[in-house]
Every structure is written in structure tokens, then in C-alpha cells.
């Protein structure tokens, strides 16, 4: 394919490109493995001597050709897909990281992506500090020890939907010589490109928009190529020296750009597993192909709930980035100028016990443990995916105890309206 070709094509048609008479479609190769001739070809593919494939869980055609498809989207050197948004955030920090090191993390971040840092990390032996992203760079700059391996934050975040200063974050990074890694789950590679504003790894739960029709649970890791480890190779020893469990090749010698993905596939794979299904990633593949025509319908759908909930007296207050006076609107103009995404959070007058009895009146709109599909749906945290945190650690994620989150589908945006305007006409 041209390389300079525009998002829209490369989501229809990026990573597979069919030979003379080879199937048009993404074949779905639901096997384990693959057969070779003789042992040398495979002792050759072992010792990654040669590319090839041998084993799924290592790697496979059809999902290999969908991460093809998203490192083209995200402008990135090479990608995997993993088993889920939660593996794909470990893989990208554990790549880089072991016991002893240390990560710092916006506190605006998915409640999933909260608990791996703060907890099952810890238990791994890699502390996390989290700063508020909206701190001054000095102040961000203090979280930085001399054992800090990454910064992460999420592009538009969940389900809070504030706005990342990529480029700030990338400063600050980058001051530290260590890579910004962004969860860019939320506006997609359609409304934001990170690694175009600093960022070096991009994440993914393509579980969301991505699938978009909510059949598969999965994620990724981009590389964008550019962090120099080698310039800091005492902090990256994993990239940087010998490897003993492949014969003392050392990745960044013998991969170049392409050190970070080889060593989240032939070590993070081959020891922890989290592949997904190929029948997932062809899944996977289909919502991809739509994507370009479905996230502005996202955008514009949800611009018109915002703007409606902005002006009802029954409603408290409304995150959206599309609205003029938000607080992340200037940031939104800078980083997302098509549109940020589907999801708005607000809050209504009254109790808790309003956000439920809203909830519970909504007709076609339905209560999900989900968020950015083609079918609006919402949630509220406190009493579901955050219920595992504290009110201390609710509000240290930025997620308010009345906050609902509302995921605006791509239906016609009248029965969106209408809908919601008959459940809080019930209140
Ligand atoms: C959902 C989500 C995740 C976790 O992804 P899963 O696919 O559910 O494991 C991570 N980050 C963000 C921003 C998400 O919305």
C-alpha cells in the first residue's frame, strides 16, 4: 500500500494485502502452529535468526496483519495485539520495568489501569506515584526518582474525559529519559495521533471503539520507534544488554527500532501468554474497517447530548471536551480538532440515589459494564467499575461519586434525546 496513504484507506485496507488469488478478506488462521520441512528452518526461528511462524502464542498471520493495521493508523514502527486493554498496559510498563523500578502515572486513568499500578505492580515490586495532570511540569518533574522507567497518561481519560497535555507530558518524559507511554483508547488514531505530539508507546483497549460493536475483549502496544534506549542503557538493561534466555542477543543491537515490540513478543508473550484469539482479532478487524465513518457520528452524537444536558436545570454539571466553556475544550482544540470521542460524564442534582433512579428509567439506552460501542449505554463507576476503590481513592482517580458515564452510540440522535429527556422528566 502507499505509504502515504490517508486514515480512511488504511482502516479499510491496511496490514492484509492478498497476493495473485489469495482470499480478499482477512483469512482467519485458526491454528497453533505451522509446519516446516526440516528442524534447521525451525532452530533458525527459535533463535529469531529468521521470521517465520512456528507457535500462536508467539505469533500468528491474522493477528499480526490487524496490528499492522493499527501501527499504520498510529503512525508506529510495529504492534501487537494482546488479550485485553489490561494486558496491553502491563506488557507496554513491563517491557521496560522490573522489581525494583518505578513508574509515574496521571491519576485520571482508567479505574482497571488504576489498580494494576497501584496494587498488582506494588505486588510485582514496581512502585508507582500518581501526580494530577494538570500539575505544573515542575511539580510533575518531583514524582521522578532516579529508578523511574516511564510516564503514562490516557489521551482522553476514563471515565473522568479529561484531555492530556501529550506535548507536556512528553517534555517531562523526555527531560527524565524515560519514554511517555499513552492510553489512546478513547479518541482513536481517527482523532488523535500521540506520537505526532512526543508520545513513544500508544496503547490500546481495542475491546472499545476499535471493535466498536462490542464482540471481543482485546488490546495493543504501538511503538512509535523513536525513544533512544541505547542513549540511556544502564536504565534499560532488558533492552539494552544480553539476553540470556535468547542466547545473549541483546535487542536494541540486533532489532534497532524494532527492539521494544521484539522483546514484548518473543519474552512477554512466550512467558506470560496473553494472546488473543485470531477469530478475535478478524472480530477485531471488521470494527477497524468502519471506524473512520463511525467515530464522527460518535462525536457529533454526543456534541448534541452535551449540549443538551448543558442547558438542563436537572443536571448538575457535564465533562465534555466539545463544550465551550469545559475546561479541557482549549486542550481539545489543540490535540483533538475533528472530535474527541463518544463519552461524556456528568453528574445531576441530587443524591446518588438520582444518578440510579435516572439510570433505571432509561428505555433504549441501557446500563452496561461497557463504554464506546455503537449502542449508547452508561455506567456509574462509583457503584460499579470503581466500587473496588475508596472515596478517597475515588476522588484521587478523579471520578466523583455522582458521576455518571455516558457512552453516546452512533443511533439517531433524536431517540438518543428523547430518551433521556423522558428519563430525567421521571425524576
Ligand atoms: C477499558 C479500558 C482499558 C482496559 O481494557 P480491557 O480491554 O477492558 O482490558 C484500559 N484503558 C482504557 C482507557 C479503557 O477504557
Known amino acids: 500500500m502507499e505509504k502515504k496513504a490517508r486514515l480512511a484507506t488504511l482502516c479499510v485496507q491496511a496490514g492484509h494485502e492478498p497476493k495473485n488469488g489469495e482470499p480478499r478478506v482477512l483469512p482467519i488462521v485458526q491454528s497453533t502452529t505451522f509446519k516446516y520441512d526440516n528442524t534447521e528452518e525451525m532452530a533458525d526461528l527459535f ?242 474497517e468502519t471506524l473512520h465513518l463511525r467515530m464522527p457520528r460518535h462525536c457529533e452524537n454526543a456534541q448534541r447530548v452535551a449540549e443538551f444536558l448543558h442547558d438542563d436545570k436537572r443536571v448538575a454539571w457535564v465533562h465534555y471536551s466539545g463544550l465551550p466553556d469545559d475546561e479541557c475544550y482549549g486542550m481539545a482544540k489543540k490535540y483533538l480538532p475533528e472530535g474527541s470521542c463518544g463519552v461524556i460524564a456528568f453528574g445531576l442534582k441530587g443524591d446518588r440515589q438520582t444518578a440510579v433512579q435516572f439510570m433505571d428509567s432509561l428505555r433504549m439506552i441501557a446500563i452496561v459494564t461497557h463504554v464506546a460501542d455503537a449502542r449508547t449505554c452508561v455506567l456509574h463507576p462509583a457503584s460499579h467499575t470503581h466500587r473496588q476503590l475508596s472515596d478517597e481513592q475515588l476522588r484521587e482517580a478523579g471520578v466523583a461519586p455522582d458521576l455518571i458515564r455516558l457512552s453516546v452510540g452512533i443511533e439517531d440522535i433524536e431517540d438518543i434525546l428523547s430518551d433521556i429527556r423522558q428519563a430525567l422528566d421521571q425524576l
Open 47 to 288: 533463535d529469531l535468526k529468521k521470521e517465520g511462524y512456528f507457535y500462536t502464542r508467539l505469533q500468528n498471520p491474522t493477528n499480526d496483519a490487524v496490528a499492522r493495521k493499527i501501527a499504520a493508523l498510529e503512525g508506529g514502527v510495529g504492534a501487537v495485539l494482546t488479550s485485553s486493554g489490561q494486558a496491553a498496559n502491563f506488557y507496554a510498563v513491563f517491557n521496560i520495568c522490573e522489581a525494583g523500578d518505578h513508574i509515574v502515572s496521571s491519576n485520571e486513568i482508567y479505574g482497571g489501569t488504576y489498580n494494576l499500578f497501584g496494587v498488582t505492580l506494588k505486588k510485582l515490586g514496581i512502585e508507582c506515584t500518581f501526580v494530577s495532570q494538570e500539575a505544573s511540569e515542575e511539580e510533575i518533574s518531583r514524582a521522578f526518582k532516579p529508578n523511574t522507567k516511564a510516564l503514562f497518561g490516557e489521551t482522553i481519560s476514563n471515565p473522568g474525559c479529561r484531555v492530556l497535555d501529550i506535548e507536556k507530558f512528553a517534555r517531562i518524559a523526555h527531560a527524565h529519559g524515560v519514554p511517555l507511554i499513552v492510553d489512546n483508547t478513547f479518541p482513536t488514531p481517527i482523532n488523535c495521533r500521540p506520537f505526532e505530539w512526543g508520545a513513544d508507546i500508544v496503547t490500546h483497549s481495542t475491546t472499545k471503539y476499535m471493535d466498536g460493536h462490542a464482540t471481543q475483549v482485546g488490546g495493543c502496544v504501538v511503538d512509535s520507534g523513536n525513544f533512544d534506549w541505547e542513549k540511556y542503557a544502564d536504565r534499560y538493561p532488558g533492552l539494552c544488554t544480553p539476553d540470556e534466555s535468547y542466547h545473549g542477543l541483546t535487542y536494541t543491537k540486533a532489532f534497532d527500532k524494532m527492539a521494544y515490540m521484539t522483546k514484548i513478543v518473543s519474552q512477554l508473550m512466550r512467558d506470560l501468554g496473553s494472546i488473543p484469539s485470531p477469530h478475535n482479532a478478524f472480530l477485531l478487524n471488521l470494527g477497524l
